[in-house]
Structures are given as C-alpha cells and as structure tokens.
C-alpha cells in the first residue's frame, strides 16, 4: 500500500525558511506528480506545489512563487518542499499527496484536491511575527 510520510515543519518566525520532506512507498512512481497542498484552520485545502515525477516539472501556487521550491530525488523516493521567506499566512499543515499515472495531465487539473488519491498524514508549519 502506498504511505507518505511528512517531516520536517515547526515552528519558524517570518523570514525564516523550513524543508518539508516526504517519504514515498508502495508503487512505482514514475508516471505520477506528486504534490504539496497546504490546509489553515477554517479554510480549505489549498494547492502549494507539484512536481511530475518522470522529467521534474514543477507548478506553484502564485502566493508562494518565488519563495518554495519542490524538488524530488527519485533514488530516495522522497519530495521535498523549500520554504523560504515565511509569511504568518503560510501558517497551516502541509500535506504531500500523490497524483497517480498523471504526468501527461494538465496543470489545472493538477491543482485540484481531487487529482490526487493518495495523501500523507500532515505536518503543521507555524509561522510567528
């Protein structure tokens, strides 16, 4: 079965930058886009970031163009999110996810919570001012 594993929020004040690592298991991932979504209390799940696992193309979010970087190292099956310039609006817990047999789908369809199926358990990002 497949398991995500977040790692790697806390607490940061603004300005400062966290690495959200995600540990991917159970299929072969090649033809998937893996994802980072991001959810604040009260508000809904939003897309941050995604990465098509085959060739490394990348699509952002515009609040956070600019400031995050995702990255993927295939030899460790693991998805990283580079978060620098912290805003207290990035305050919210990150969820990886996985887009299955995906690589050929657009970028709109890839924003969406509903492309992805598989979904790590969250990892809370807290940002002070």
């Known amino acids: 079965q497949v398991q995500l594993v977040e790692s790697g929020g806390g607490l940061v004040q603004v300005g400062g930058s966290l690495r959200l690592s995600c540990a991917a298991s159970?299929?072969?991932?090649?033809?998937?886009?893996m994802g980072w979504f991001r959810q604040a209390p009260g508000k809904e799940r939003e897309f941050v970031a995604a990465?098509?696992?085959?060739?490394?193309?990348?699509e952002y979010a515009d609040s956070v163009t600019g400031r995050f970087t995702i990255a993927r190292d295939a030899a460790k099956n693991t998805v990283y999110l580079q978060m620098n310039s912290l805003k207290p609006e990035d305050t919210a817990v990150y969820y990886c996810?996985?887009?299955?047999?995906?690589?050929?789908?657009?970028?709109?369809?890839?924003?969406?919570?509903?492309?992805?199926?598989?979904w790590g358990q969250g990892t809370q990002v807290t940002v002070s001012s």
């Open positions: 990465i098509t696992w085959t060739n490394g193309n990348t």
């Open positions: 996810a996985v887009a299955p047999n995906s690589g050929s789908r657009s970028w709109y369809y890839l924003r969406k919570v509903e492309a992805y199926i598989y």
């Open positions: 159970g299929r072969t991932f090649s033809r998937d886009v």
